[in-house]
């Protein structure tokens, strides 16, 4: 089963715990600035704060711009092999997303590898909001698909009472669907 | 001594503005140890220039402008965003600071810098870049007149840079207002002491720092395990979940129900239409987003929009308490967007909240009260939540127009033209009070008397524990917390971090001690960092005594002495027999003279 990290922006408060922990996790420095995944802001028009991740894309653009061939995808996790890397930093032009960066100190980009030795990539397992997380790839547009689901057009809600307490049930109503029928013409019937 | 392995870089950066000229001081572990960083730093080293002149002028080229972030500033800790400003205040003519939060001290750090000082005068609008070894003063006359929002975007436009972390005056500390603040990332404000108009007489708009460095760290494995220890332990508190949403302004049901939400001029400390201003309408309808220091699993900063009525589109991070409260009920503004749109403009302009909500109460009473005339107020009436009367002060306050130009210059300036008000200016020192009344709580009224800045809540926040817990207390236990505080805080600000997650989450203070082992890698103790603490204390008195602070300048506002109007603590007061017998057993404690003067002298 293959995970990804997932952003949701609108939960990010902007603290950079996941730049902290990344740094001293993988670079073993208290350097935000050698993190690899770092917080945007956008103040005030709009306001926006978003960590920028790594997706680990299957026609990684990274991987393609390489002129070595340094970069190679392994288990679905894309990688640098540092011994092929010559610093070009193509990939980090390349990246559309801006994922990789460069660190003064370092010849070689810096590359989120999803912290390919752990269970739950350090960002993930420290931001304390909730908006960085690690999700199988099985689940990726569920909450949308779900969203839809219960925003369905013709959602009808009842209350009711159990033990007293008042409660609400959600129920797609059969009627409306023929009266969507009525509208296309009865065709369904027709047919 | 102690040899550090971490936590210091050992440079202080001096600028010389006069003729555009930078330095490096290295200092020692000595140094360290005896003034550990932040606030402590920012002492000595106004200190060593009150050595160098006879006299100084606030806004003077010789006053000595530090901004100090802390070791533990940057650091993979709970809360590791805070930042040091300090000067001469032009409030009170004594010694200043106010601390910023964000992330602009943890640049200065990553710059490779403990400290940074700015003297002198530049010929013209100038900013100071940062970009780690290298230092330039660059003219940006084009941006005078500019709001913090926008001066922010375009300096960050100038270097190509989105990432660079400012900080900058609006047009209030370019106008000298007295209580002009500093900002950062758009509304991170050094709000207190008028440190924007000591930026503003140098000519300097704003400072943009850019780093890469490590921040050194002696014991990696330790910090990372005390640490995560600390975000698992705030995380998983009660509390957590209601400070993410709420923030500060959770305080203001608190303060009202407590009878000490300053109301209609600190006249009253309960207001009936409190709910109109709290937390439930900001979730309800105005919240758009969380806001956080550097490494801050807290969140305490709320993004409000207004989407509707006269102020619609006002975009602002905040309020927090002080500010709803200081905009609110201590003005009578019951709506809102109202109390956002003030907000906003305070940040734009650069002006800090607590003092114009406090000013311009006291004008607002002033008038009521017939202390001022029509005349006075440039023929423009105003009253009690008057949001237009208001808004318009705030812009006269910050460009200095009509009565504006008194009201900018603060508590001292008001009262210097205007000497009636005096029962009604609501100030120690010459810094306006903050949102907290202390006539139910003596110790919080101490606290206000002898804080070395003036009637700021920040320098020991004792009102809720004695209103809570306080009944029976002693006048000697009421010291002791009142001086606790002042030395516990002071560490807050020394190591660079917020002091939130100790006051409100009540996490251990020697969590502090045992990480700044870990990064030193030397064994400190809390009773022993308290010991430094002390010392700054002792050092801020000896440059204030210096400075003409004497033990008349230690009492609370006139009104402490006036019994409360209405709500849960009306009729209290603060006795005066009880506050002369609490002052003069705190110099005793404190070691000070019955004067208030400490053996040492600056």
Known sequence: MRKRLV??????????????????????????????????????????????????????????????????????????????????????????????????????????????????PQCARMCPMGAIVYLPEHVFGQAHRLNNVLSYAHMKEIEYMEKGEPKKLHYADNNAAESFEEQQGGQNEKA | MKKHKGGYFGKILHVDLNDSESSIENFDDDFASQYIGGRGIAVKLIWDNLKIHDHIDPLGPENMLVVAPGPLTGVYLPSSGKNSFAAISPATGLYGDSSMGGGFGVEIRQAGYDAITVVGKAAELSYLFIDDDNVSVIPCPELRGKGNLEAEGRIRENLSDHDVRVASIGIAGE??????????????????????AVMGSKNLKAIAVRGHQDIPVSNMEDVI??????????????????????????????????????????????????????????????????????????????????????????VTEGPEYETAAMLGSNVGIDNFPGVLRANYLCDDFGLDTISTGNLIAAVIEGYEKDLLTLEDLDGKPISWGDEDRIMELIEQIAKAEGIGETIALGAKGVLAKWPQLKPIVVHVKGLEQSAYDCRGASSMALAYGTSDIGAHHTRAWTVGKELEAGADWSIEEKVDLVMYHQHIRSLFDMFGVCRLPWIELGFHEDFYAELYSAVTGNQYGLEELLKVSQNIYDMTRAINVKLGA?????YPPERTFVPIHSGPLAGKVCDKAEYETMLNLYYKKRGWDKNGNPDISC
């Open chain 2, 175 to 196: 106008t000298l207002a007295r209580f002009a603040c500093v900002t950062s990332e758009w509304s991170r404000n050094a709000g207190r002491t008028g440190i924007g």
């Open chain 2, 550 to 554: 004497k033990k008349a300048d230690d």
């Open chain 1, 7 to 120: 952003v949701i922006p609108e939960k990010c408060s902007g603290c950079r715990v996941c730049e902290i922990a990344c740094s001293v996790h993988r670079q073993g420095v208290n350097n935000p600035k050698k993190a690899r995944v770092r917080v945007t802001t956008v103040y005030p028009h709009p306001v926006v704060r978003m960590p920028i991740v790594c997706s680990q894309c299957k026609e990684a653009k990274c991987l393609a711009a390489c002129p070595t061939d340094a970069i190679y995808s392994k288990d679905g996790v894309v990688m640098i092999n540092e011994d092929e890397c010559i610093g070009c930093h193509a990939c980090v032009d390349a990246c559309p997303f801006g994922a990789m960066y460069i660190h003064p100190d370092l010849d070689i980009p810096l590359k989120c590898d999803l912290c390919s030795n752990n269970s739950e």
């Open chain 2, 225 to 314: 395990n005390i640490s995560e220890k600390a975000y698992k332990e705030l995380g998983e508190h009660v509390m957590m979940g209601m400070w993410q949403r709420q923030g500060l302004m959770g305080v203001v049901d608190y303060a009202n129900e407590m009878g000490i939400l300053p109301t209609y001029n600190f006249r009253d400390t309960h207001w009936e239409k409190s709910k109109s201003i709290n937390a439930n309408v900001m979730l309800g309808n105005f919240k758009i987003g969380n806001t956080a220091c550097f490494g801050c699993p807290m969140c305490c900063g709320n993004i409000n929009l207004v989407k509707e009525g006269k102020w619609a589109g006002t």
